[in-house]
């Protein structure tokens, strides 16, 4: 299965919107990403193995368990996004930053999409510190 960045970013928004300071599997299917899926679980366990999702007891995983025949099952735990997954949705919520990502970075490995991401909202908010700066 290939990365679907636009996924990613839908988790990621999703989490970052949380009323609270955590949430579970049900608010990401209440908010239209069903954990049932394949899609789900694919990219659930890139964001929770690059930390950027975790549980927040700081137990490993994010609530999925997988039998020998590949039957999914859940325990609905609070979940958080870590700094790093603040750091790495902020990013990703600048347009200039998901319009280059999208452009030039469509194939990217999640490695390379996340360095390229924070390397792009570094860039861009230097030049606008300057611009408040003046010459």
Not at 31 to 36: F, K, Q
């Amino acid at each position: 299965m290939k990365i679907d960045q636009d996924y990613l970013k839908r988790l990621l928004e999703t989490a970052q919107a949380s009323l609270g300071p955590t949430f579970t599997i049900d608010d990401l299917e209440a908010a239209g990403l069903p954990y049932d899926d394949d899609a789900f679980e694919f990219h659930m366990m890139i964001l929770n193995e690059q930390g950027l999702i975790v549980r927040d007891d700081g137990d490993a995983g994010f609530g999925m368990f997988k039998s020998i025949d590949g039957h999914r099952s859940w325990s609905v735990l609070p979940l958080r996004l870590s700094a790093s997954g603040h750091e790495l949705i902020e990013a990703l919520e600048n347009k200039k930053v998901w319009a280059t990502l999208k452009r030039e970075f469509k194939e990217a490995s999640f490695t390379t999409l996340k360095s390229a991401a924070l390397e792009l909202a570094k860039g861009y908010l230097k030049q606008q510190v300057q611009g408040l700066l003046g010459p």
